[in-house]
């Protein structure tokens, strides 16, 4: 139950006002997740529950307002339902037995223009004589059926992506086995008081889980750390923003990156990004850029996206340039930005990085993230991604 929220699945119900998927929701998970009632558009905001579905793992399930909403804030819940396809790895579309219209199929059009997989329940099947039973994959289902729980996770199994029933590594498979890694691992005002921050940690249980030798130092010991060893270290990881001061002290011969670019890995899409950071070089004056973070947090003094990023932009390309930052899942409207750079998404899932990197490409917009754009700022991209051999650049 302590599995963060971006490594779970999500399953995401869509549907009209009243067609049940809240109810669904409650007798798949065994839960009281959403409010039920016969009043149409009790649902009016997201609802998000984490849990276990067992067998497939940790999952988080999102009820959504109904598609047809009518209610005086209708529109506005529709559009918050319609942004959740952005963070959403399978769709379940509920209907009722008369089967779509209008509001079902243009879901499915914006569904599969994102490529995401999707199921539908075709829901009170026992209060209907008439059943429209050729939707493929679908369910045929009711709210007093005992095998609900257990059609649905057959079904759900069908359509899991890849990638979460063989969970990528974020270093563990770019060195062999028993291989000693540094962790570059600076100690700033960045840093969680007594903790380390979420990609070090999740970097430090992955290579530990490949066999490896895990050696954690702050960058001012990084030089005592390479004399200590017998051996020099199959790779060195740093946080970005030491960046510099680690590939000086680090030999070429050993392979060196950052935390940030292992994450554009396994949360994106490694090549855009890597092509995305090409146009920092063609900025102009009065260009705009936008910096997208994916979680809320108190902006400090020398905050990575706030401060270090727009004074390195700023310095490579010595143009004065207008930098926009935005916080959270929705997206906004990018038509009048030259470049996009992405945190590095440890707090949220790879769905909605991809979303937003095909919501870019659609507008000719290109798009990187920090470990990148500070290593191309700094000079140093080619170095920092060839650990990464399928990257191009």
């Known amino acids: 139950?302590?599995?963060?929220?971006?490594?779970?699945?999500?399953?995401?119900?869509?549907?009209?006002?009243?067609?049940?998927?809240?109810?669904?929701?409650?007798?798949?998970?065994?839960?009281?997740?959403?409010?039920?009632?016969?009043?149409?558009?009790?649902?009016?905001?997201?609802?998000?529950?984490?849990?276990?579905?067992?067998?497939?793992?940790?999952?988080?399930?999102l009820d959504t307002a109904g598609l047809?909403?009518?209610?005086?804030?209708?529109e506005k819940r529709v559009e918050k339902t319609m942004k959740v396809l952005d963070r959403t790895d399978i769709a379940v579309i509920v209907c009722e037995p008369e089967g779509f219209d209008d509001y079902e199929n243009d879901l499915i059009k914006d569904i599969e223009k994102l490529g995401i997989p999707y199921l539908i329940l075709v829901n009170k099947c026992d209060t209907k004589k008439n059943v429209h039973e050729d939707l493929n994959n679908a369910i045929y289902t009711s709210i007093v059926d005992e095998q609900i729980a257990y059609k649905f996770k057959q079904a759900l199994i069908n359509l899991l992506p890849e990638d979460f029933i063989n969970t990528p590594k974020?270093?563990?498979?770019?060195?062999?086995?028993?291989?000693?890694?540094?962790?570059?691992?600076?100690?700033?005002?960045?840093?969680?008081?007594?903790?380390?921050?979420?990609?070090?940690v999740q970097t430090i249980r992955d290579l530990l889980d490949s066999d490896c030798l895990v050696y954690t130092v702050k960058e001012t010991e990084l030089k005592q750390a390479l004399d200590n060893l017998k051996t020099p270290p199959s790779l060195v990881i740093t946080d970005s923003q030491a960046f510099r001061q680690v590939s000086e002290i680090v030999p070429e011969e050993i392979p060196l990156t950052s935390f940030s670019i292992l994450f554009a890995r396994l949360k994106g899409d490694i090549n855009a990004f890597a092509e995305g950071a090409k146009a920092i070089d063609n900025l102009k004056d009065?260009?705009?850029?936008?910096?997208?973070?994916?979680?809320?947090h108190h902006a400090i003094e020398d905050d990575i996206g706030r401060v270090k990023i727009p004074n390195l932009l700023r310095k490579r390309t010595g143009k004065n340039l207008v930098i926009h930052n935005f916080?959270?899942?929705?997206?906004?409207?990018?038509?009048?930005?030259?470049?996009?750079?992405?945190?590095?998404?440890?707090?949220?899932n790879r769905r909605e990085v991809l979303s937003r990197i095909i919501k870019a490409n659609n507008a000719g917009i290109p798009i990187t993230n920090y470990g990148i754009a500070i290593s191309y700022c700094l000079g140093i991209l080619s170095r920092a991604i060839k650990p990464i051999s399928n990257t191009k650049i």
Do not use: W
Request: net charge negative.
């Open 1 to 61: 139950m302590k599995t963060l929220k971006s490594n779970r699945l999500h399953i995401a119900f869509f549907g009209k006002t009243n067609v049940g998927k809240s109810s669904l929701i409650n007798k798949i998970t065994g839960q009281d997740v959403s409010i039920v009632s016969e009043i149409a558009g009790t649902t009016t905001d997201v609802v998000e529950k984490s849990m276990e579905l067992l067998p497939i793992g940790p999952v988080t399930f």
């Open 327 to 348: 916080v959270g899942h929705d997206f906004p409207d990018i038509k009048d930005y030259k470049l996009i750079i992405h945190c590095g998404a440890c707090m949220t």
């Open 68 to 74: 047809d909403d009518k209610t005086e804030l209708g």
């Open 286 to 296: 009065g260009d705009m850029v936008l910096i997208l973070e994916s979680c809320t």
């Open 170 to 200: 974020i270093a563990g498979d770019l060195v062999p086995e028993k291989s000693t890694v540094i962790l570059v691992t600076p100690i700033d005002k960045e840093a969680p008081k007594g903790r380390l921050i979420l990609p070090q």
